[in-house]
């Protein structure tokens, strides 16, 4: 058996895959690569994977709901969630499901690897309290997820305008990425 880490990606970009696997690789980390869930579930069938990076979105399938069945095959599998549109809902709902962590698009391979290394260590506890807006932000964006990005659905949830909320959507835009 190899000492080298070996790693699954899933996600339906095919060139996302290529271009990762192709930088893990310089990294001294083999991967195998799926862009399905079925692709994935075979892989798993073949190989032991220490790692395995899952899209949040696969061509419209949600990789939450492939993670517990990752788990299923593989119960040592530390997987982390990888997602171009993050939230703090979807964020928890990951962590629930048991991924180890959840980085937003996009990444470096540093980022990446180091998403997998606080496992080797002790958490870091944040020093000071999260701000009022930073509150506000999550609030916005957890109600925004369960009405499925519905400004109206969304506006009348939180009992305020529509444009208002457009307006701090606007205003904030780096909430949504």
Known sequence: MSSQPLWLLIDDDEAFLQILQRSLLRQNIKATTAQTAQQAIAALADHHFSHCVLDLNLAGESGLQLLPELLSYAPD?????????????????????????????????NQLIAGFEFLNKAPEVRSEPPSVEEMEREHIQRVLDEHDGNISATARALHMHRRTLQRKLQKHSHWRN
């Open 77 to 109: 599998l530390a997987v982390l969630v990888l997602t171009g549109y993050g939230s703090i809902a979807t964020s928890v709902e990951a962590m629930r499901r048991g991924a180890v962590n959840y980085l937003c698009k996009p990444v470096t391979v």
